[in-house]
């Protein structure tokens, strides 16, 4: 082994005619110092130039130090085994899947549940140990262990319909977020969707949606068109599904719910019926926020304007309904502090719709039963399984139309069967 002596004459030797050299020669000279003196190969050109530059004076003036080294073995990282492997990994990629997708926070409180879920119905097995690796794991960790698998959706906005109906505002009073601050299980938020994929002519299918601010339970329905007629039909057909009393529900300005034949359908069932202020869509942020979670994940920004498609929709609604009350877990925000320019959030723990009206002291026994008998019997991966069968017919369906369209403006030529 060279000693420092001897490396410090063949490092200034040799740095000679490493400056002078062109790149290639510079590529042959590098090889041979490392092979001589043993360095890493950036540290070995790293010296070659601060040494002709200390002792010539174009770098520096000798204020770089260089620093030699003699026998010093590289320093390795010690190899330290996984905590989590790739079993449970793959396992917790699973359960993220057949939940939608959600983030750390929502996932975590609510994997012991959804793990024996699961287990119950045969769609995953794991050992004690995975189980209790996936039974103690954190939120930070779950987004960093499924940080590489995720996928970035970029999906454009969509159009809003509402049209003023300014009819009987004057008799339906204003109600903002802040006033549901001691809100009970039964006062809804109502909003409308609309699937026209873009192209306002003509009729297509809405969705309404209803969420309940006290337990966040969420109640989707697609109608043909905004008439009184399939808006009212809806709510009673939402006021049928809801594990509780339907007793308020709050809309925004839009024509399909301020009108006299809404307004009296409420009066007549003893429904407390108020309105969000113009142009302000925070007064209406519980079903907003629904609207993008539950509405537009589930079918798109596409257009829906066939009886058909009319059907498949209630039809996956049915199956989403079940999904999301029963296994999607939700936060909600308990406080808000402003200081200054910053806002700070506090949120609870995540749990599901279903949890949050067990939780209820105000609901019947006997209804709280029913429910739990209902997802005894619920199985969330048949009921995702039964949900992407829906979507991938409603994309095949709007595809068949798009070409059939193409065919009839000329954009796209028909195709020619030929018989011999």
Not at 92 to 108: E, Q, V
Not at 209 to 216: K, L, M, Q
Request: aromatic share 10%; with cysteine; hydrophobic share 30%.
């Amino acid at each position: 082994m060279l000693n420092m002596r001897h490396k410090k004459e063949i490092t200034a030797e040799v740095s000679k005619r490493y400056k002078k050299a062109k790149k290639k020669q510079k590529k042959i000279i590098l090889d041979e110092f490392v092979a001589l003196t043993g360095y890493n190969r950036n540290y070995a050109s790293r010296i070659l130039r601060l040494y002709y530059g200390r002792h010539i004076g174009s770098i520096g003036k000798g204020k770089t130090k260089i620093r030699y080294v003699v026998g010093k073995d590289k320093k390795h990282k010690k190899d330290r085994k996984r905590y989590y492997d790739d079993c449970t990994k793959d396992i917790l990629k699973k359960i993220w899947i057949i939940l939608d997708m959600p983030c750390g926070k929502r996932l975590a409180p609510f994997l012991p549940e959804i793990i024996l879920k699961l287990e119950v119905f045969g769609e995953i097995e794991m050992d004690s140990l995975t189980r209790q690796k996936l039974h103690k794991i954190s939120a930070s960790t779950i987004d960093r262990l499924l940080k590489p698998v995720k996928e970035k959706l970029r999906i454009g906005k969509g159009r809003s319909f509402t049209k003023p109906g300014t009819l009987l505002k004057h008799q339906i009073p204003i109600k903002t977020f802040s006033d549901w601050n001691d809100a009970i299980p039964g006062y809804l938020e109502a909003d409308l969707v609309g699937h026209d994929g873009g192209n306002g002519c003509g009729e297509f299918s809405f969705s309404i949606n209803f969420t309940d601010v006290a337990t966040c339970w969420d109640e989707p329905v697609a109608i043909k068109n905004k008439a009184q007629k399939w808006v009212v039909e809806a709510t009673d057909t939402v006021r049928g599904r809801l594990p509780f009393e339907m007793l308020g529900i709050d809309s925004d300005n839009g024509s399909e719910f301020i009108n006299n034949h809404f307004f009296v359908y409420c009066k007549d069932h003893k429904i407390t019926f108020t309105r969000s202020r113009s142009y302000k869509k925070n007064d209406s942020c519980y079903v907003e926020q629904k609207n993008y979670c539950v509405v537009r994940r589930a079918v798109g920004y596409l257009r829906y304007d066939t009886d058909e498609e009319l059907g498949i929709l209630n039809e996956l609604y049915g199956y989403l309904r079940l999904y999301i009350n029963f296994f999607i877990p939700v936060r909600k925000c308990t406080s808000k502090t402003r200081t200054g320019s910053k806002t700070k959030k506090n949120y609870d723990a995540a749990k599901t719709p279903y949890r949050r009206v067990l939780e209820c002291t105000g609901i019947d026994d006997k209804i709280k039963a029913r429910l739990r008998r209902q997802y005894d019997g619920l199985n969330p991966a048949e009921l995702k399984r039964k949900i992407t069968t829906l979507q991938d017919r409603l994309l095949k369906l709007s595809a068949l139309k798009q070409q059939v369209l193409r065919e009839s403006t000329g954009e796209l030529k028909p195709s020619i069967e030929y018989t011999y």
